[in-house]
């Protein structure tokens, strides 16, 4: 509509030009090549635009038949592309859906007409696995952590590849190589952290999960629980072999996590056979309100060894008086709940 009236307005701008030119009058003499040329002023105006508009059509057919050829190239270009993209989405739709032999024809295609597409060795890789080509798959992985834009991709399928392999240890220095590019990875940091677990390196499995505190990955509270049972699992291996040692990483587990039975388990013993009855009681009086737990009373009990039953029968009772119910809450407590 704004086009239009545009080109309306020009067209009576013209008229009022031509007619103010035809109130006044004259002439127009034009000498070239010995020849004498007269004409009225309206007539030498209208030739001299006809000419203008003329030269620019000339010019217009001139510069897109100069052009032609790149423009020609652009479009084979963009055509080959589009069909590229096509492609590629019907190769990741090919893959989703298992059809292995769709999605690898549709990664080739991909791959010839965008090469610089990150997306392409993701569906190749994906097409690969389907097809049960372990080399290739590998191969894609490593060719993507050469790129800064998908190292961590292929980070990632290197190491599923190498624990599907039951290469540990490569897939242990495949996921420490992910975090250290980016400590934010959740998949890394609990790939690591089962890792440290299964292979009992509690210290790196506790420094784990306070970069995972740190990184946002899990809240305080979960970190702080999962890092008292970290310690109160090497606390539990060590207790026959290295009570010092034991026993602060028991209490540091305590501190943590204080309804946890299996450090307070460790620390109340090791104080009682230090003979600290005191201290083995305070620990055992601090989780029991918590997680009352039969295993408890029976170490505070025994936390004076050689006293008679009727003394330790009263340290059991004066215990479960903090449990709602009394003994019998506290049992049925304990009954209920699971703690290992």
């Known amino acids: 509509m704004i086009k239009l009236l545009w080109r309306f307005g020009l067209i009576v701008l013209a008229a009022i030009f031509f007619s103010w030119l035809a109130d006044r009058p004259g002439s127009v003499t034009v000498r070239w090549l010995g020849r004498e040329v007269e004409m009225s002023v309206v007539v030498g105006v209208a030739l001299l635009l006809a000419g203008l508009v003329a030269l620019w059509f000339v010019w217009t057919i001139f510069r897109k038949l100069w052009r032609s050829p790149g423009a020609a190239g652009f479009y084979w270009r963009e055509r080959k592309s589009r069909k590229a993209y096509e492609s590629l989405s019907q190769g990741i739709i090919a893959a989703g859906a298992g059809d292995a032999a769709a999605a690898h024809r549709h990664a080739a295609i991909a791959a010839n007409g965008l090469a610089d597409e990150p997306l392409v060795n993701v569906l190749a890789a994906q097409a690969a696995q389907l097809k049960g080509d372990r080399a290739s798959v590998k191969r894609i992985f ?14 990632r399928g290197l190491f599923a590849e190498a624990r599907q392999a039951g290469d540990m240890p490569a897939a ?25 677990s299964a292979s009992k390196d509690w210290a790196a499995a506790a420094a784990t999960l306070v970069q995972q505190e740190k ?24 207790e026959d072999s290295q009570k010092a040692s034991a026993l602060d990483l028991a209490l540091r587990a305590h501190r943590l996590d204080s309804a946890l039975v299996p450090a307070a388990l460790v620390a109340a013993r090791i104080y009682a056979s230090d003979g600290v009855p005191k201290k083995s009681l305070r620990v055992i009086q601090e989780t029991w309100p918590k997680s009352p737990h039969p295993d408890l009373a029976d170490v505070a009990a025994h936390a004076k060894p050689g006293q008679g039953p009727e003394p330790r029968f009263e340290r059991v009772r004066d215990l479960t008086r903090t449990a709602p119910g009394g003994l019998e809450g506290a049992y049925a407590l304990a009954r209920s709940k699971s703690v290992v």
């Open 142 to 155: 490593e060719e993507m952590t050469k790129s800064p834009d998908t190292e961590a991709l292929g980070l």
């Open 172 to 196: 242990r220095a495949l996921a420490e190589k992910a975090l250290r590019l980016n400590p934010r990875l959740a998949w890394a940091s609990t790939a690591m952290l089962q890792i440290q």
């Open 215 to 238: 990184s946002g990955l899990i809240n305080k509270e979960d970190s702080w629980r999962k890092q008292a049972a970290l310690y109160a699992a090497q606390a539990l291996a060590i």
